[in-house]
């Protein structure tokens, strides 16, 4: 990539790492001053947000990227156009929580609490939806450094607002409410400078600019409508069927390691571009060695952290969350099983092949069986069955979907799609470290939790790294990581 194209990358990766620092400091800190009930109303708030803002923006923002690079004559009001619609869909969903959605999800959620709480974020969404655009548009016009300042600046001010309101109140409604107060005023900030950038062109939008602007999102906008409910299906079934308390313990367990998607999202953008003109070449042979180097090298780092926080579970939820979380750790081992999954770049495949209406199939097919099964199990077997289908159904339903199109686009066997050999010599080495790690542990077990955390690392991280450099996957001399891959 270029370094241009490099710096842009990176900054999207900023925004979406901060905003998860965000959401992970203010979860540890209300974890501690509130009771499960009062914790469970915050994160249930924010879930349905979550999980309606995609049905809403219908992917108006991604089409930014095709229709502002570059153009020269109307900014303005191809800007305004996405702005409108997506406040016109914030507006939908604050009109649906005021008159009678909030009951009847407080209702569903069995949480009285959500009815003032989910009212409370109706302005939320009619403002910061629109602000959604702000990345694709800076970015597409180039304020790439503009839009990295705004990014830290706008997060540690939301961040500190929450954590000093909390602080002299400890209620949830005040916490939801700084939430809300510092989103809408860096929203709008965000809106000023979005105009500032775009400022050349009339105000008025049109209603063909807006129904070509939705043509080209919609498929995008569905992909994203899929994804974000097959994500947080699991959760919304939990708090359907289970006490506010129990999804307290759920929500903090059942989650993807921070900063995972960014590494992965990041890998992917690389390889598509590399992907796409090997393709293009016709050099399946190089396509099949990329996918193996890019397969081992993020593996080199996700499965042994795998086996690492699967090993220290516990002790991180309490570090995390607070000793009444501990029961989390159960919900968070089954979670961190999906983490081999994330080194597959089958998607950046079939994106660079033209198969992207194949990458919508793998939810469409994945999500009603994770709907249905969840549904069932969390009725009659309790919370960490959601977990465990979740699971269930990315390895036997959506690992192996994605491997029938990749052998059918590459016309590969499963056999030459998967370094087997180095794969296994890397599960020896991370079974190997975590044996030396119980053993170090049955050796001295602190009772300090911190103490504990630090104490693992040295007996994980240590032997493993000793045996990566004698097998030649890390140069220590030249300070390169994977460089013998």
């Known amino acids: 990539m270029t370094q241009s194209r490099t710096l842009k990358v990176l900054t999207l990766a900023s925004g979406r790492g901060?905003?998860?620092?965000?959401?992970?400091?203010?979860?540890?800190?209300?974890?501690?001053?509130?009771?499960?009930?009062?914790?469970?109303?915050?994160?249930?708030?924010?879930?349905?947000?979550?999980?309606?803002?995609?049905?809403?923006?219908?992917?108006?923002?991604?089409?930014?990227?095709y229709f502002l690079t570059e153009e020269s004559n109307k900014p303005r009001q191809i800007l305004m156009e996405n702005v409108l619609m997506l406040f016109m869909g914030g507006s939908l969903l604050a009109l649906f929580l005021?008159?009678?959605?909030?009951?009847?999800?407080?209702?569903?959620?069995?949480?009285?609490?959500?009815?003032?709480?989910?009212?409370?974020?109706?302005?939320?969404?009619?403002?910061v939806l629109p602000a959604t655009a702000f990345g694709p548009t800076l970015i597409s016009?180039?304020?790439?450094?503009?839009?990295?300042?705004?990014?830290?600046v706008s997060r540690a001010f939301t961040l500190g607002t929450v954590l000093i309101s909390v602080f002299f109140l400890r209620k949830v409604m005040v916490a939801v409410g700084a939430m809300v107060g510092a989103s809408i005023l860096t929203s709008v900030i965000a809106l000023f400078l979005m105009f500032h950038t775009?400022?050349?062109?009339?105000?008025?939008?049109?209603?063909?600019?807006?129904?070509?602007?939705?043509?080209?999102?919609?498929?995008?906008?569905?992909?994203?409508?899929?994804g974000t409910m097959s994500r947080d299906i699991d959760k919304i079934i939990v708090s359907s069927l289970c006490a506010p308390s129990v999804f307290a313990g759920y929500i903090n367990g059942a989650m993807e390691i921070p900063f995972i998607g960014i590494l992965t999202g990041s890998v992917t953008s690389v390889l598509v571009?590399?992907?796409?003109?090997?393709?293009?070449?016709?050099?399946?042979?190089?396509?099949?060695?990329?996918?193996?180097?890019?397969?081992?090298?993020?593996?080199?780092?996700?499965?042994?952290?795998?086996?690492?926080l699967f090993l220290i579970a516990p002790e991180i939820m309490v570090v995390l969350f607070g000793s009444k979380y501990a029961i989390s750790a159960q919900f968070f081992r089954v979670y961190l099983l999906l983490l081999p999954v994330r080194t597959l770049t089958f998607g950046a495949i079939l994106r660079a092949t033209g198969r992207t209406w194949a990458i919508l199939?793998?939810?469409?097919?994945?999500?009603?069986?994770?709907?249905?099964?969840?549904?069932?199990?969390?009725?009659?077997?309790?919370?960490?069955?959601?977990?465990?289908?979740?699971?269930?159904?990315?390895?036997?339903?959506?690992?192996?979907?994605?491997?029938?199109?990749?052998?059918k686009v590459l016309k590969i066997s499963v056999g030459k799609l998967f370094p087997w050999q180095r794969l296994f010599y890397l599960l020896l080495c991370c079974m190997l470290a975590s044996l030396l790690t119980l053993v170090g542990l049955h050796l001295w077990h602190p009772e300090d939790s911190i103490i504990l955390l630090?104490?693992?690392?040295?007996?994980?991280?240590?032997?493993?790294?000793?045996?990566?450099?004698?097998?030649?996957w890390v140069d220590f001399h030249k300070i390169t990581f994977f460089s013998a891959v």
């Open 361 to 407: 199939g793998q939810p469409l097919l994945t999500l009603p069986a994770n709907a249905i099964f969840s549904w069932i199990g969390v009725k009659y077997y309790g919370p960490l069955a959601a977990a465990i289908v979740t699971v269930v159904t990315t390895y036997c339903l959506a690992v192996p979907y994605l491997i029938f199109w990749i052998q």
């Open 273 to 308: 571009v590399d992907y796409t003109k090997l393709y293009r070449e016709g050099k399946v042979d190089e396509i099949v060695r990329l996918i193996h180097q890019a397969m081992f090298k993020t593996g080199m780092v996700l499965i042994p952290l795998m086996f690492f």
């Open 198 to 226: 775009c400022n050349k062109g009339p105000w008025h939008p049109t209603i063909s600019g807006m129904k070509r602007q939705l043509s080209y999102s919609f498929p995008v906008g569905l992909s994203q409508i899929i």
């Open 454 to 472: 630090l104490w693992c690392g040295l007996l994980f991280w240590l032997p493993l790294l000793l045996i990566y450099a004698k097998l030649g």
């Open 98 to 127: 005021l008159l009678g959605g909030a009951d009847y999800i407080a209702y569903r959620f069995s949480n009285p609490s959500l009815r003032h709480t989910l009212k409370l974020i109706a302005p939320y969404a009619i403002i």
């Open 141 to 152: 016009r180039n304020r790439v450094n503009v839009a990295a300042i705004y990014n830290f």
């Open 18 to 65: 901060l905003t998860t620092v965000v959401n992970l400091v203010a979860a540890m800190v209300l974890a501690r001053l509130f009771t499960k009930t009062e914790y469970a109303t915050y994160r249930q708030t924010f879930l349905v947000y979550r999980f309606s803002a995609p049905l809403l923006m219908l992917g108006l923002p991604m089409a930014l990227y």
